[in-house]
Nanobody
Framework: QVQLVESGGGVVQAGGSLRLSCAASGDIFSIMDMGWYRQAPGKQRELVATISRGRNTNYVDSVKCRFTISRDNVKKMVYLQMDSLKPEDTAVYYC????????WGKGTLVTVSS
C-alpha cells in the first residue's frame, strides 16, 4: 500500500516561486515512476512533470525551464520546484506514483496572482 501526501501549496504573486513536496509511504517507492499533475478550475487534469526510478525527467512544454522535478529515494520524497510562476499555473497539484497501479495524493492548491 502506498500513500502520497502533498504539501507546499499557497498563494504567490506572478514571477514568484514555490516548492511542492510529496511524502510517500510504502516499500516500493524507489522502483516507482513519480509525477506531478495539475487541474485548473473547469479543466481536465494534466501532466506537469515526471521522474522515473532512473531519474529521467519529462515536462509539459508550458513549464519547461521554469519547473524542476526531483526525488529523494532515501526520504521517499518527490519535489516540484516552480519558478517564474504565471497566473495560468493556478491549479490543484497532485502527486502521482506508478507501481503497477496508479497512486494519487489529495492535492495541494497553488494560486498565482497577477
Amino acid at each position: 500500500q502506498v500513500q502520497l501526501v502533498e504539501s507546499g501549496g499557497g498563494v504567490v504573486q506572478a514571477g514568484g516561486s514555490l516548492r511542492l513536496s510529496c511524502a510517500a509511504s510504502g516499500d516500493i517507492f524507489s522502483i516507482m515512476d513519480m509525477g506531478w499533475y495539475r487541474q485548473a478550475p473547469g479543466k481536465q487534469r494534466e501532466l506537469v512533470a515526471t521522474i522515473s526510478r532512473g531519474r529521467n525527467t519529462n515536462y509539459v512544454d508550458s513549464v519547461k525551464c521554469r519547473f524542476t522535478i526531483s526525488r529523494d529515494n532515501v526520504k521517499k520524497m518527490v519535489y516540484l520546484q516552480m519558478d517564474s510562476l504565471k497566473p495560468e499555473d493556478t491549479a490543484v497539484y497532485y502527486c502521482n506514483g506508478r507501481g503497477g497501479i496508479d497512486y494519487w495524493g489529495k492535492g495541494t492548491l497553488v494560486t498565482v496572482s497577477s
